[in-house]
Structure formats: structure tokens, C-alpha cells
């Protein structure tokens, strides 16, 4: 360690200073702007870190696409042959010494999946491309378009709805996702609670009468950390380890049913597009805002839980088109008198001369965490004439609930689910008819649930809700 200076040292160190003004001193400082870069802070090299960061979601978070069997499609429809029923069993399938039986029909379907198409486009200048000092920017960029795509086709699969349409129903550019597809026999509802052990046995008791194998839940990671927390009192500490040291908390990955193991999947993107962002509407040629209303039918068939009535609920609402979002409506707040209340929404949606409307998305405010999370999509097909407007009229019952998500339970054999492909992903190149290089990354494809009955929906799932700042 260095001694202090003695006082003959500073001494001389203050007769050095004398005249000096350190104000006239070179200085690097912090400014990284060549207009005001100055004195000393000109001759600074400057450091740039040689990698990107990567901050949002990568390849390995789309759980569901990943996992799900995939298999070629030859046709912008492909269908399938599904054996539904056996023939009739029980008393008259006995005889009489003399007889047989009479004729039994079995019950045999043909089922179709309509391709739908999915496309991301990116453009760099030629000029990024010749001053790529960390990385080639079009490298970047189809790395980004590939990712994103790959989470399009992933919310699709899991809640892609065609009926989103102004024209005839299932024409819509979504493909049918789990969510739609899933018959309402198997949805369970949890109303705001917890994922349990329960929740994961009935689902496999449905799973194994329609005679399927449960082998995988996908739910975000958030309900995946409350099931942990909830059954931290299943730890255990192993004695006679090297060390002192205790690791508390458990991780599950799998639960044990009546049908067999389902593994636990959690997603960290799985809920994030059901979450409103309002930064990425309004943009260029996007719908007008609809002008909304709102209702309060008392005794309406609500099921409100008792911190929703106390605090109230508010409502937004956004038009889409199929390539922009209409900016938010403010904020609509709506007071509640008793849990069985509903509230009726009004939405007119303006005619438009830029991107016609084809459908409205509609969001309702959490009580904890203040988020915007959306309870329902309505089509423009369900519309009614109204002079000027285009009206669409929502009744919130509560049916689905705002800071809440979606867990699906079912079989991923190829038998049961199989995820159509005509064009796998591949870059497209575009024309360019200035300085900029323009490409597409483009699939085609669709979900088949060949067995609906063996996959099962738990809706309205309490978890950890965080929003998607890096989405």
C-alpha cells in the first residue's frame, strides 16, 4: 500500500500547480456526437462491443412450434381419414344358437386443413451491408424475420382463429389454433386459480377416454412457477452431501396422471401477443379508432370476482386490419354494483379508406398489475349495418379473465396433432428498385387436430404475470 506524501512533498506538488489553470486541461468526457465532440473527447477511440445483445426471444422459446410433429402437405388443402367409433356393442351383439347379428355400421370421417400463408420482410441498404464492422446486417435480419415468423406461426397453432374475416366464416388469413379447435367438453375452467395436480388429472382422464395418451402441458412460465411454489413443501434435503450448503425451492418438471407422465413445458411467449402493446399501432395506413360504449346489465349472468367489483374494470378496444391495428380507445371504465353484473360493449368501427377492418380485439384492465390483457376477437363478419358505423356488440360475462392464461394438455403423437407444412420456411428474395435489398422469409402450412378429444384446454389460469417488455 502506498504511504501518504509527506508535507515537504506536497510542498513542492503545490509550488508545481502555481499559474496552472486545470480548466485549460484535455478531457475525454462522454459525448459520442461528432458535431459537439471537442478538445480532447476528438482524439478518443471509441469501443464497440463486437456482438450483438440479444434481448428479446430466440428460437428455443417457441416451445410448441418445436415439439409439434411436423409433416409435408402437397396441396393448398390436406385432409386425413380418421376412424371414429367402432361398431355397436353390448346386448346386441348376443345371439340366439341359430343367428348372427344384424349389420353394424362403424364410424368412419374425412377431415381437411386449409393451408393458410405467413410471410416477414426485411430490407437493409447496400450501404449497411458495406460497413458491417460487428456483423453482416442481412444475416442479422434473416436470422430476426426466421425468429419471428417462427413465434407467428406458433400463436397461430395455439390461437389462430379464420373467422377473423369481413367476409364469409373460416376464410380469414389465421389457420385454426388449439384454442378454437379444442371441443368445449374439454375445457376446464379455472377461473382465476392456480394450475393443480387436479387440474392435470382431469384433463387426463378426458385425454385416455378418447382414448389418447396425455404426454404434454404448454403454459407460460409464470404458471409454471406458481404450480412450484405451491408444492414447495415437497421438498427434500439430501444428508451427507460435501458440503454445507442448502438448496431450497423445487422444479417439476413432469406430473404423474392416471393416463401416464405429461412433461411441463413453459413458454416465455406463449401469452405475450394477448398482452396490449400500444406502441405497435397506429401505424401507416391503419384503421380509425372505433368509438365504444359501454353498459352495465345488472344481474347480467356476470361472474365477477369481489376485487373486480371493488375496484371496477376498464375496457379498450382496437380495430385490425390485416396488416395494421387501429390506435387504442382511451381508457373505458366501467363501475360494478355485484359479482352477477355484465357489461355490454358498443363498437362502432368507422369506415375506412385505408386497411379495411376485420375485427376488433377486445381488452380489459388487471386489477394487479394494471395490463391490458385481451378477452375476446370479433370478426367485421359479425357486424351490423348502422348507417355510417359497423357495429359489433360484446357482452363480458367474465368468461375469460384479464391477468389469467391458457394451459393445454394433450397427446403430440403424430396420430393426434400434426402441423401441415406446403412451404417450409425459406428466404425469398424481392425486387429492388433502389439502393436497398429487399427479401421475405415466408411459410405456408396449417394445424390438424386430428383427435380434438384428446387434447384439453385449462382457461383462466392464475400465474406470475410480467409484462413482455422485449418481446
Same mark, same amino acid.
Given at each position: ?16 500547480? $502555481?499559474? +496552472? ?18 478538445? @480532447? ?7 464497440? %462491443? ?17 415439439? +409439434? ?34 349389420? $353394424? ?10 393451408? $393458410?400463408? %405467413? ?63 379444442? =371441443? ?13 395436480? $387436479? ?101 347480467? @349472468? ?30 373505458? =371504465? ?9 357489461? *355490454? ?10 386497411? *379495411? ?9 388487471? +386489477?394487479? *398489475? ?8 370479433? @370478426? ?14 360484446? *357482452? ?32 425469398? =428474395? ?42
Amino acid at each position: 500500500m502506498a504511504s501518504k506524501p509527506t508535507k515537504y512533498q506536497l510542498d513542492i506538488l503545490q509550488k508545481m500547480s $502555481k499559474g +496552472v489553470n486545470v480548466n485549460k486541461a484535455l478531457t475525454t468526457g462522454y459525448d459520442i456526437d461528432p458535431e459537439t465532440m471537442t478538445g @480532447g473527447s476528438a482524439l478518443r477511440t471509441e469501443f464497440l %462491443a463486437p456482438r450483438l445483445t440479444q434481448l428479446s426471444y430466440s428460437a428455443d422459446q417457441m416451445i410448441f412450434y418445436n415439439r +409439434v410433429p411436423k409433416m409435408p402437405s402437397s396441396s393448398v388443402v390436406a385432409q386425413y381419414v380418421t376412424f371414429n367409433q367402432h361398431g355397436e356393442t353390448g346386448h346386441t351383439a348376443w345371439n340366439t344358437e341359430e343367428d348372427i347379428s344384424d349389420q $353394424k355400421d362403424v364410424d368412419i370421417t374425412r377431415g381437411e386443413v386449409r393451408m $393458410k400463408y %405467413a410471410s416477414t420482410t426485411r430490407q437493409v441498404s447496400l450501404i449497411s451491408q458495406a460497413v458491417d464492422n460487428i456483423q453482416q446486417p442481412i444475416q442479422v435480419l434473416t436470422d430476426d424475420a426466421m425468429i419471428s415468423l417462427a413465434k407467428s406461426i406458433e400463436q397461430g397453432a395455439l390461437y389462430g382463429d379464420s373467422d377473423l374475416t369481413d367476409g364469409p366464416t373460416g376464410t380469414g388469413l389465421e389457420p385454426d389454433g388449439l384454442a378454437k379447435l379444442i =371441443p368445449d367438453s374439454n375445457v376446464i375452467d379455472n377461473h382465476g386459480a392456480d394450475i393443480s395436480i $387436479k387440474n392435470f388429472q382431469d384433463a387426463a382422464v378426458r385425454i385416455v377416454k378418447a382414448y389418447g395418451t396425455p404426454t404434454d402441458a404448454f403454459m407460460p412460465t409464470g404458471v409454471l412457477a406458481n404450480f412450484n411454489n405451491d408444492h414447495g413443501d415437497l421438498q427434500r434435503q439430501l444428508i451427507g452431501q460435501s458440503s454445507n450448503q442448502i438448496n431450497l425451492g423445487v422444479n417439476i418438471p413432469q406430473v404423474t396422471t392416471v393416463g401416464g407422465t405429461i412433461r411441463l413445458d413453459g413458454s416465455n411467449v406463449m401469452e405475450n401477443d394477448n398482452i396490449l402493446n400500444e406502441t405497435r399501432l397506429g401505424g401507416k395506413g391503419a384503421p380509425a379508432m372505433p368509438n365504444v360504449t359501454a353498459e352495465v346489465n345488472t344481474n347480467g @349472468g356476470g361472474q365477477f370476482l369481489a376485487d373486480e367489483v371493488t375496484a371496477g374494470t376498464s375496457y379498450k378496444v382496437v380495430a385490425y386490419a390485416d396488416k395494421s391495428g387501429s390506435l387504442a380507445t382511451d381508457d373505458i =371504465p366501467v363501475a360494478l354494483a355485484n359479482p352477477t353484473d355484465s357489461v *355490454t360493449l358498443t363498437i362502432n368501427v368507422l369506415a375506412s379508406f385505408q386497411d *379495411t377492418p376485420k375485427y376488433v380485439a377486445i381488452y380489459r384492465k388487471g +386489477v394487479t *398489475t394494471g395490463f391490458y390483457y385481451q378477452i375476446a376477437r370479433i @370478426g367485421m363478419n359479425q357486424k351490423v349495418a348502422n348507417g355510417k358505423y359497423n357495429t359489433i356488440t360484446f *357482452t363480458d360475462t367474465n368468461d375469460n379473465m384479464p391477468e389469467t392464461v391458457d394451459v393445454f394438455v394433450g397427446d403430440m403423437s403424430p396420430e393426434t396433432i400434426r402441423l401441415y407444412e406446403l412451404l417450409p420456411m425459406f428466404r425469398l =428474395p424481392l425486387p429492388s428498385f433502389n439502393k436497398m435489398l429487399t427479401w421475405a422469409v415466408t411459410w405456408s402450412g396449417g394445424l390438424a387436430l386430428v383427435a380434438p378429444h384428446r387434447w384439453v384446454r385449462i382457461k383462466n389460469v392464475g400465474y406470475a404475470s410480467t409484462y413482455p417488455y422485449n418481446n
